[in-house]
């Protein structure tokens, strides 16, 4: 069965766009969203609670109080799982990591286990594949860096991923 998935990224406690982000999910119908961390402080749990999908999220290099974190996420129904996890997704190996560790991102793209990895970090949108690896930035929701608050999503059926505007 395929799945809608939505991927977000560096929310960095920009709760207007984080709203924006979930209200854009939902109408999406995404099912699953998968966050790339650097959510920032915990009061940024509450604007997630509107979305429909569950998350699945790791942290970020400026994440802070990342058992708070951890703890309102899963209150809500959702997980946050350290700095990296893999989920499978229709059949499909998924590595989720912020991006911070440069090395890590480049053997886990360079190894060809993975279907898909999402990562964040940089803030810019990326839709790309190296081998049979999809490879995906969803930029940044914040829009501080790059003045464009973005997300994406992803089809499983068909393995199309696009960069979403807000």
């Not at 970020?60 to 499978?88: H, M, P, S, W, Y």
């Not at 229709?90 to 890590?104: I, M, N, S, T, Y």
């Given at each position: 069965?395929?799945?809608?998935?939505?991927?977000?990224?560096?929310?960095?406690?920009?709760?207007?766009?984080?709203?924006?982000?979930?209200?854009?999910?939902?109408?999406?119908?995404?099912?699953?969203?998968?966050?790339?961390g650097d959510y920032i402080s915990p009061?940024?749990?509450?604007?997630?609670?509107?979305?429909?999908?569950?998350?699945?999220?790791?942290?970020?290099?400026?994440?802070?109080?990342?058992?708070?974190?951890?703890k309102l996420f899963t209150e809500a129904?959702?997980?946050?799982?350290?700095?990296?996890?893999?989920?499978?997704?229709?059949?499909?190996?998924?590595?989720?990591?912020?991006?911070?560790?440069?090395?890590?991102?480049?053997?886990?793209?360079?190894?060809?286990?993975?279907?898909?990895?999402?990562?964040?970090?940089?803030?810019?949108?990326?839709?790309?594949?190296?081998?049979?690896?999809?490879?995906?930035?969803?930029?940044?929701?914040?829009?501080?860096?790059?003045?464009?608050?973005?997300?994406?999503?992803?089809?499983?059926?068909?393995?199309?991923?696009?960069?979403?505007?807000?």
């Amino acid at each position: 069965m395929w799945l809608i998935v939505g991927i977000m990224s560096d929310t960095h406690d920009r709760l207007p766009f984080i709203d924006k982000a979930v209200e854009r999910m939902n109408i999406e119908n995404v099912e699953l969203v998968l966050h790339a961390g650097d959510y920032i402080s915990p009061f940024v749990v509450s604007h997630f609670k509107p979305l429909k999908a569950r998350l699945i999220g790791v942290f970020g290099n400026n994440d802070a109080e990342l058992e708070r974190l951890n703890k309102l996420f899963t209150e809500a129904g959702n997980r946050v799982k350290g700095r990296f996890t893999e989920i499978k997704i229709d059949d499909k190996r998924v590595a989720l990591l912020h991006g911070d560790e440069e090395e890590l991102l480049k053997s886990l793209v360079n190894c060809g286990y993975y279907d898909v990895i999402v990562y964040g970090h940089t803030h810019r949108p990326v839709v790309r594949k190296e081998g049979e690896t999809l490879i995906i930035n969803p930029g940044e929701v914040c829009g501080y860096l790059t003045g464009k608050s973005t997300i994406a999503t992803l089809d499983t059926e068909t393995m199309k991923a696009e960069i979403v505007f807000l």
